[in-house]
């Protein structure tokens, strides 16, 4: 049975930084490739970054340079350390396997919410 449990949001002033972590079970964890994904408010479900089973990184243009994806396999653990936080960086932040075919169709956790503002 997949399980995964976001932790880590909060309420952080603009430039701050936070760092989220992702605990997954039952997804076979150190050979899949996992991902980051956030939801805005009144906003679809968009991708923000993703790490190969052997540490190959790749991020969405609108956090590159400010997010780095990491993983630990030996805990079955995701982290996104998030630097230089924006506003628009508000969301409810989720982990999942990369790719996710339907957002729909798909097992969710209950995701962490990430709010930033002053």
């Known amino acids: 049975q997949v399980q995964l449990v976001e932790s880590g949001g909060g309420l952080v002033q603009p430039g701050g930084s936070l760092t989220l972590s992702c605990a997954a079970s039952?997804?076979?964890?150190?050979?899949?490739?996992m991902g980051w994904y956030r939801q805005g408010p009144g906003k679809q479900r968009e991708f923000v970054a993703r790490i190969t089973s052997d540490g190959n990184i790749h991020s969405a243009d609108s956090v590159k340079g400010r997010f780095i994806i990491s993983r630990d396999n030996v805990k079955a653990t995701v982290y996104l350390q998030m630097n230089r936080l924006k506003p628009e960086d508000t969301a409810v932040y989720y982990c999942?396997?990369?790719?996710?075919?339907?957002?729909?169709?798909?097992?969710w956790g209950q995701g962490t919410q990430v709010i930033v503002s002053s």
């Open positions: 999942n396997k990369w790719p996710v075919v339907s957002v729909l169709g798909e097992y």
């Open positions: 039952g997804i076979g964890f150190s050979s899949r490739t």
